[in-house]
Structure formats: C-alpha cells, structure tokens
C-alpha cells in the first residue's frame, strides 16, 4: 500500500509525457520447444531424498523473509539439480508444489537469462527432433537449403507452421536505461500458487535458418585481417559495457552480420508473404557454435496464421527472397551519407543502416533497431562480407 506521508530524497526530474526515456519496459520472450518432461516417478525419487529434505528445512525457514533466496538456499538447490539431473527451475517447482513444501507465492525469486534461453532454443532446432516435429505449440519440418550458384551459406532450414510464444512483463525503469528496475509486484493475489509475472501468449508461424558454421568460421577469419575494424566493433563493446546497455547482447561481427540479414529478410517478406511489417518478428542466435535467425509471426489475431511466410520459406522462394534483399542492400537511398557514417542510432551502434535500407519497427527488433551494419554482412572496399559472395 502506498504511504502518502512517505518521503523521498531523491532528485525531482522534469519529464515530458510523451518523452522516450518515461519509461523502459523490460521483457521476457521464450518459445515453446522444451523436451518432454521427466517420469513423474523420478521426481517422487527425488522428494524421498534426505537431502531433499533438508533443502524443504531449510527453504522452510527463510520463506517468509522476502522474494529473494539467500546464496546458500540457491546452492543447495543447484547441488540437488545437479545430482539428479534436473533443472534448478524443476527443484524450486518441487519446493513450491510439494506437499510438505511452502505455499507462499513470494518464496521464489524470478530470474531470467535470455543467452540461457536462446541458446536452448538453438539446441532444439538444430537437433533430429526438430526436424519433423508435430506437437500442440510445434509443428515444423526440414526443408532443402537454398543454393546459390550451386552452394548454401545454410546448413538448416525449418518451416514452422505452428509456434508459440510466451511474453512476460518483468517491470520497468525510467530515466536511463541502466537506472533500477521496477517490479510489477504482481506475485501475491493467489493463495498457494507459485509467483507470477503479467504475461500473454501468442501463435504464429517462422522460417528458421542456421549458417554452415564453417562458412561464419571462414569468415570471420578474413575478417580478423582487418584490425581497424575489428577494433571499431571493440568500442563498440566497450560502449555497451560502460554506458550499461543492459537491453543489448555482447557485440561482435557475427551478431552484427546476422542481425543485419534478419532486418533485411523482414523487410523483404513484408512484400512476399502478405504480412504487414509490424506483424514480422525476429530471434538472432549468435554465439560459440551459434550463427542462426529465425523470422516469425506471432500475433494475438489472423496476422499469425496466414501460412504466407511459410510458403516463403520453400527453397527456390527463399533463395529469392534473399537474393532481392542483399541486391536491394548493396545501395540505400541516403548514400553515401549512410554507408560513410562512423555511427548512427542509438548509441552510434549502427553503421550502414539507416531507416531507408535496413530498420524495421520497433516492435520487430530485439535490440531497439541497433547493431545493423550492410557493410559486414555485404563487404565493401575490400572488406569481406558474411554473404558478399552471393551479391
């Protein structure tokens, strides 16, 4: 309950209603592709457990003490996870749903990593499993690689034809983006479930694509002969780092190159799959053994479940459809201005891109419409691109 005679002693800030800094939403997103869940009987196994036990003691007496679990609750609970095989996530569920355990719904701290979850996801689609999947949320299959005078920079594509998304409001911060997060303090309203954050779920449809990792290796190797700008991506990072944008991925030429593709995609489906711009979404997989995209649609309306981009995916299509966006790239309506740019966007993240050739709305980027540069993903003067090969 708010106190009206509270005080404060922070410093009052002016701001305009409209102002883009009122307000930053933090957000989580996660696709539906986990495995099948445990036998039942291995989780009593492992409630019958002394050491389970103990753990239900011990999380008894601090559940009363707030949200967050002291480190040697957390511990223990990883220590458990670890023997057994399971998630931490899986332990906490057994503490909450148990029925000797706590049933206060502000017992268990909310944490979210979002390079955890892409890469579970990565798993997923590039395994056997993913190939000709058919389940409620999930319904894909492999497809053949688009070729390009007779070679593919992909070793994966998947038609999606049916996802679905989970999307949670964490909470919000103001001022500045590294400024404290506001809770939604949403957790308590029901007696003796677990606690819970606002969130929705929506279905769609997506094409995913995973790069030949020798092709990004290679790469990124002629790349590295450029030390100019392999130290102008570092001050990048380092900006990322000091000025605490904390909505933004590690920075590095792969991320940028990829990000680049998957706006240009967008851009381009828009015109090939019948979907208006908003109704396109994008999720980069970049990382030590990652170098994917996967372009979807998920929408709470018929904008998901046109079967358009599905169609787009089909190989002779596809090659296309990426064809017609890195011919359209190789020149913008606002060179050379956009091109010869050092830094534009926020932050100066961006190079070559701008709002004629490479951003989408805002609602379709992961990153605020930042790390996007034509030049990494097409080459020019000399330096390689991940895909000038094909231009």
């Known amino acids: 309950m708010w106190d009206q005679n509270a005080s404060c002693n922070e410093e009052l800030e002016v701001l305009q209603r409209g102002a883009t800094n009122l307000y930053y939403p933090v957000t989580a997103s996660a696709l539906s592709l986990e495995a099948e869940l445990q036998d039942e009987t291995d989780f009593k196994a492992i409630k019958a457990t002394g050491e389970f036990g103990l753990l239900q003691t011990m999380y008894a007496a601090v559940a009363s003490q707030g949200n967050f679990l002291p480190p040697h609750i957390e511990q223990m609970i990883e220590h458990v996870a670890t023997k057994h095989n399971v ?147 570092g001050a990048l990072e380092n900006v990322r780092s000091a000025e605490s944008f904390w909505f933004l991925p590690a920075i590095d030429a792969r991320r940028i190159a990829i990000h680049t593709l998957a706006h240009l995609l967008m851009r381009q489906l828009v015109f090939e799959s019948g979907y208006s711009s908003s109704a396109l979404r994008e999720r980069i997989y970049s990382g030590p053994g990652m170098a994917g995209l996967l372009i979807y649609t998920a929408d709470g309306d018929s904008e998901g479940s046109l079967g358009g981009l599905v169609r787009q995916g089909q190989p002779k299509r596809l090659a296309d459809t990426i064809l017609l966006a890195l011919d359209k790239a190789t020149w913008c309506s606002a060179d050379p201005v956009c091109s010869e740019t050092a830094g534009q966007g926020l932050g100066g993240f961006n190079k070559a891109a701008c709002h004629a050739c490479c951003l989408v709305p805002e609602t379709s980027c992961t990153t605020a419409n930042t790390l996007l540069d034509r030049t990494l993903l097409l080459g020019t003067g000399g330096l390689p691109g991940l895909l000038g090969d094909l231009v």
């Open 87 to 233: 998630s931490n996530d899986e332990i906490r569920e057994l503490l909450l749903g148990g029925a000797d355990g706590p049933t206060d719904p502000k017992t268990n701290e909310v944490t979210w990593n979002e390079a955890e979850v892409l890469a579970e996801e990565w798993s997923f689609l590039k395994s056997d499993q993913a190939a000709h999947c058919r389940r409620e949320d999930f319904v894909c299959k492999e497809s053949d690689l688009p070729r390009f005078r007779g070679k593919s920079p992909f070793d994966r594509v998947l038609l999606i034809e049916r996802l679905r998304e989970v999307r949670a409001f964490l909470g919000f911060r103001r001022i500045e983006p590294s400024a404290l997060e506001v809770s939604p303090e949403a957790g308590g309203s029901f007696a003796g479930t677990r606690a819970w954050l606002p969130a929705v779920e929506v279905f769609g449809e997506g094409i995913f694509l995973s790069f030949d990792e020798d092709w990004v290796a290679d790469w990124e190797r002629r790349l590295a002969q450029y030390p100019e700008e392999v130290a102008r991506i």
